[in-house]
């Protein structure tokens, strides 16, 4: 009952805010009086004193303690190469991966996830002279990703982004689908011929992707170290990525720390007043 309540007065909430924002008050065109807002809003605040908390309130409550867990620690250095990631928690987060957003939902990834003694070796054998320290990384963590971005979109790509929206029915109107396929094109060639940054751009969608599944892992238990050290060219080559239209982008090693080997110094970052401006 908690819960359904919630959930009804926050619609309401919505559908009224929406209306004060378009400056239109009358119950008539919103559907709900405000009288009845507020009636909702009181019986749910009684509800939520009196019951268990709303799943949405308990997770960020959850979420919460997460962030402070995140906010006081150092990325993984040193993987306990006796723990694997449970295949469900893997698969969890897989899951996730997969559905992070991308600009124009352009989706540029593909994701190599290396899970065998070969996979990784093969990786740390093309990591390049200069970047050897980061091998024992990924030897030891129980899994390692390696995030490539495609190079270009070929209207072989845009047509299997739009394709898929189609059929996933991702606007109930066609038209709506029309002008959306229309608005993405125009905005990939103001990438191309006016920014002149398409592929730095699609990057960026890589990175954004990194930041949530390191999030996400976190919240699943598991540490997630991003690593940039590897040369770009021998990992695409070990791999075969060019071939496919990609190139590798930044790797993500993901497993649990050797208890033995926790960094407990604090962590360095610059002061608020550095960061931060309010206007
Ligand atoms: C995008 C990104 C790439 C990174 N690449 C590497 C790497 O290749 N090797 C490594 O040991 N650490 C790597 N790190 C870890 C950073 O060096 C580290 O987070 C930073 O120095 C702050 O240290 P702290 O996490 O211990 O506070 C990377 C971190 C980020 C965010």
């Given at each position: 009952m908690?819960?359904?309540?919630?959930?009804?007065?926050?619609r309401?909430?919505?559908?009224?805010?929406?209306?004060?924002?378009a400056g239109d008050l009358?119950?008539?065109?919103?559907?709900?009086?405000?009288?009845?807002v507020r009636?909702?809003?009181?019986?749910?605040?009684?509800?939520?004193?009196?019951?268990a908390?709303?799943?949405?309130?308990?997770?960020?409550?959850?979420?919460?303690?997460?962030?402070?867990?995140?906010?006081n620690?150092?990325l993984?250095?040193y993987f306990?190469?006796?723990?694997?990631?449970?295949?469900e928690?893997?698969?969890q987060l897989l899951?996730?991966l997969?559905?992070?957003?991308s600009?124009?939902?352009?989706?540029p990834?593909?994701?190599?996830v290396?899970?065998?003694?070969?996979?990784?070796?093969?990786?740390?054998a093309?990591?390049?002279e200069?970047?050897?320290?980061?091998?024992?990384k990924?030897?030891?963590?129980?899994?390692?990703?390696i995030?490539?971005?495609?190079?270009d979109?070929?209207?072989?790509?845009l047509?299997?982004?739009?394709?898929?929206e189609?059929?996933?029915g991702?606007?109930?109107?066609p038209?709506?689908?029309?002008?959306?396929e229309s608005?993405?094109?125009?905005?990939?060639?103001?990438?191309?011929?006016?920014y002149?940054?398409?592929?730095h751009?699609?990057e960026?969608?890589?990175?954004m992707a990194v930041?949530?599944?390191m999030m996400?892992?976190?919240?699943l238990?598991?540490?997630?170290t991003?690593?940039?050290?590897f040369?770009p060219t021998?990992?695409d080559?070990?791999?075969?990525i060019?071939?496919?239209?990609?190139?590798t982008t930044?790797?993500?090693a993901?497993g649990?720390?050797?208890?033995?080997?926790?960094?407990?110094t604090?962590?360095s970052?610059?002061?608020a007043d550095?960061?931060f401006?309010f206007?």
């Amino acid at each position: 009952m908690g819960p359904a309540l919630y959930t009804h007065a926050m619609r309401a909430l919505e559908q009224a805010t929406k209306a004060l924002l378009a400056g239109d008050l009358t119950p008539a065109t919103t559907g709900i009086s405000f009288g009845r807002v507020r009636e909702l809003l009181a019986r749910c605040t009684q509800n939520l004193r009196t019951t268990a908390p709303h799943p949405v309130i308990a997770r960020r409550k959850q979420i919460d303690m997460n962030l402070d867990k995140l906010m006081n620690k150092h990325l993984t250095r040193y993987f306990d190469p006796s723990k694997t990631i449970p295949e469900e928690t893997l698969q969890q987060l897989l899951r996730f991966l997969r559905s992070t957003p991308s600009s124009v939902n352009v989706q540029p990834n593909h994701f190599y996830v290396l899970a065998t003694p070969e996979g990784k070796e093969r990786l740390t054998a093309n990591l390049g002279e200069r970047f050897q320290d980061n091998a024992e990384k990924i030897l030891n963590a129980s899994h390692t990703i390696i995030l490539t971005t495609r190079a270009d979109v070929p209207d072989s790509h845009l047509e299997a982004v739009f394709t898929k929206e189609r059929a996933d029915g991702r606007f109930p109107d066609p038209s709506k689908q029309e002008l959306w396929e229309s608005m993405t094109r125009d905005f990939l060639n103001l990438r191309s011929y006016g920014y002149k940054d398409l592929n730095h751009w699609m990057e960026k969608q890589t990175y954004m992707a990194v930041g949530l599944t390191m999030m996400a892992a976190a919240e699943l238990g598991v540490e997630a170290t991003p690593l940039e050290g590897f040369d770009p060219t021998s990992v695409d080559k070990a791999f075969k990525i060019r071939e496919t239209g990609h190139s590798t982008t930044v790797l993500l090693a993901l497993g649990y720390p050797d208890p033995e080997r926790v960094y407990t110094t604090p962590i360095s970052r610059f002061h608020a007043d550095h960061l931060f401006t309010f206007i």
